[in-house]
């Protein structure tokens, strides 16, 4: 993948956590974090969608407080958030989170159409 395609905010510094950086995070595929979404062993995504495009992610100060908790299931998760980010913030980071996820998308769509043409 184009290194221009990685999100560039650090991901100790985001708001949001998509299903790859909890994946980095957790050491578990993509795939089985999804899954473990629809099993609700997660707590509750935030899903995001702007025309075609969707985005689902998880409040980072959230996971963070759900791992400390011992990862309940999220019939049993109650999540009390600290003092949040003013909603200005929140929305700053939230819209740099959809930029990088766009440009990812972008390069993933680049990649398959080369890839189509080599057929």
């Known amino acids: 993948m184009n290194p221009s395609a990685t999100p560039t905010t650090p991901l100790r510094d985001r708001i949001l956590w998509r299903?790859?950086?909890?994946?980095?995070?957790?050491?578990?595929?993509?795939?089985?974090?999804l899954a473990y979404d629809l099993q609700?062993?997660?707590p509750s995504p935030i899903r995001l969608r702007t025309g075609?495009?969707?985005?689902?992610?998880?409040?980072?100060?959230?996971?963070?407080?759900?791992f400390k908790a011992g990862c309940p299931r999220r019939v049993d998760w109650k999540w009390k958030p600290r003092i949040l980010p003013?909603?200005?913030?929140?929305?700053?980071?939230?819209?740099n989170d959809i930029k990088d996820a766009?440009?990812?998308?972008?390069?993933?769509?680049?990649?398959?159409?080369?890839?189509?043409?080599?057929?």
Request: zero cysteines; hydrophobic letters at 40%; a negative charge.
């Open 19 to 33: 299903p790859q950086d909890l994946a980095s995070v957790t050491g578990i595929n993509i795939k089985t974090i």
């Open 40 to 42: 609700e062993i997660l």
């Open 52 to 66: 075609r495009n969707s985005l689902v992610g998880w409040l980072a100060d959230e996971i963070h407080d759900w």
């Open 86 to 95: 003013s909603l200005e913030t929140q929305l700053i980071q939230i819209k």
């Open 102 to 119: 766009k440009r990812e998308l972008d390069e993933v769509l680049r990649e398959l159409r080369e890839a189509r043409k080599q057929l």
